[in-house]
């Protein structure tokens, strides 16, 4: 998927979506582009990502890209076009920074988790949307950056993802040198899971994507939601939270059926209650 031309047809949608079984996979098409996230995109996106978080047919989604790169992060050609408008800009600038928070917002709140497929660069808000994915298969060329510093643009609110994913000092170094990451270095700083050879990233993703979609909807939507909810508290707090949690959790169906095919050796028959 990763590899396809280049060029994309006339009038093909810049963001791609197919199935396979209870995997979905949504791909950046903007390949001329390098997938940076204009407007348009960041709202196919955030239609896209909701729709698939409802439709009880997907268990996890994988995000991929077309093209020389993941994604070089927001169109900063369309950003300046705007800087002629009455305001400034400001009010496009404001729409296109909140569009762009209620998307990665949209994957962290999902019950489904996202995986990133980065098959090459991923920059700015392209790190972002690498950091924000619950997990992320990277290719042993790919780059991550956030650059912003070196244009005179901070990454700020690729900084939100980025340091809930990597130690402060990390960060900050990224940050604050804006330099690239190999995709080795990336993974040593928790960025990313897995680097495999590229003609592998979309495959490894798609497997990781199944061995989740196999195991109980309810329970992954259980845990996936009190993982980024337990993070931001301070640790007493989060025991008595996580403790509700797996009371809660214990009282499903799919929590006994697992533990009793356990004991039975059998496999379990989730029904995602």
Known sequence: ?????????????????????????LTLNRPEARNSLSLGLLRELG??????????????VVLA????????????????AHRVDADGGLAFYRTAMETCAGVMRAILSSPKPFIA???????????????????????EEAELATPGVNIGLFCSTPMVALTRNVPRKRAMEMLLLGEVLPARVAAEHGLVNRVVPRARVLDEALAMARQIAAKSPLVISIGKEAFYRQIEMPTAEAYRYAAEVM?????ARDAAEGIGAFIDKRNPAWKGC
């Open 1 to 25: 998927m990763q590899d396809r031309a280049r060029r994309k047809d006339a009038g093909a949608a810049d963001l791609l979506e197919e199935r396979q079984d209870a995997v979905a996979i």
């Open 47 to 60: 239609e896209a990502v909701p729709r698939l978080s409802a439709d009880p047919d997907v268990r996890a």
């Open 65 to 80: 890209g077309n093209g020389p790169a993941f994604s070089a992060g927001h169109d900063l050609k369309e950003l300046t």
């Open 117 to 139: 497929a980065v098959h090459a660069t991923a920059t700015a808000a392209g790190c972002q949307l690498v950091a924000t994915c619950d997990l992320a298969v990277a290719a």
């Open 247 to 251: 009371v809660e959790n214990m009282m």
